[in-house]
């Protein structure tokens, strides 16, 4: 508030003020509703007048306007939790029937702990000619262990997805196993996606990347975690966001 309004603000109590005191001489006593006469007792008893205002009973108006704001939010948050429990067992539903047909699926899924928000995949399957399918077989490790987590509003944002089991080198496989493809930023996600695009998408890059299974021991900073992929992630999002995405190059990984 301005000095000047201040001073009118200021001016107008003391009219009202010099109102109430005639009124009390004349001997007509307290005059006006009870909210008016408890805001002249406040300000005679040297209460400010931002004070006196706060004290003045919330209008019904105002106080329904709040109760359906926040009532048009609880709706929203239901109707999206709706529409991400639906797509969610319709494509686990899905998957499940596609591994009971096949003996030898390219992927299998299973929930974490029973929840239908965490799945690990199993990618069981991915271009036999490449030295990540040599390496896996040389080590005798029968599939690629990954990790989703999806947020409350998929399918409009997309899941998050890393790398648990075996540590992979480039590949596009970032640190904590945190995974660079367009598809799972914000920028590059479009609700028509499914899980299945996603992990079939992570096969085919994964192998343009020329990912390797990491020999050497990891450094602290290179183990694959939950928290250094969402980091790296995160790191990365921001990265596109301001400079656009451009494919790296096969050498950096």
């Known amino acids: 508030m301005s000095s000047r309004s201040k001073e009118k603000f200021a001016a107008a109590f003391r009219k009202l003020f010099r109102s109430s005191e005639k009124l009390d001489n004349d001997g007509a006593g307290p005059s006006g509703s009870p909210a008016r006469r ?13 004070e006196a205002a706060a004290s ?19 709706e929203v948050r239901e109707r999206a939790a709706v529409v991400r429990n639906r797509r969610l067992m319709k494509e ?8 009971e047909d096949r003996t030898d699926p390219v992927f299998t899924v299973e929930l974490v ?5 965490e799945w690990h995949v199993r990618l069981h399957k991915i271009d ?3 030295d990540l399918a040599a390496d896996l077989r040389e080590l005798h490790i029968p599939n690629i262990l990954l990790h989703l987590i999806f947020p409350e509003n998929f399918p409009f944002a997309p899941p998050f997805m890393r790398v648990i089991e075996p540590r992979i080198e480039k590949g596009f496989v970032m640190e904590g196993g945190a995974i660079c493809m367009e598809l799972l930023t914000p920028r590059g996600w479009a609700s028509a996606y499914t899980v299945e695009a996603v992990v079939m998408q992570f096969a085919a890059s994964v192998v343009k990347g020329q990912g390797r ?11 694959f975690s939950r928290r250094r992929a969402e980091e790296s992630f995160r790191s990365l999002v921001k990265t596109h966001d301001k400079y656009g995405w451009v494919t790296p190059a096969l050498s950096d990984g």
């Open 38 to 50: 408890g805001l002249l007792r406040r300000h005679r008893d040297g209460v400010s007048p931002a």
């Open 56 to 74: 003045l009973p919330a209008s019904p108006g105002a106080t329904s306007m709040v109760k359906k704001k926040s009532g048009g939010a609880s």
């Open 92 to 99: 686990l539903k899905e998957i499940q029937r596609l591994q």
């Open 113 to 117: 702990n029973d929840n239908l928000f």
């Open 128 to 130: 036999p000619e490449s």
């Open 213 to 223: 299974v990491a020999r050497a021991p990891p450094r602290p900073s290179r183990e």
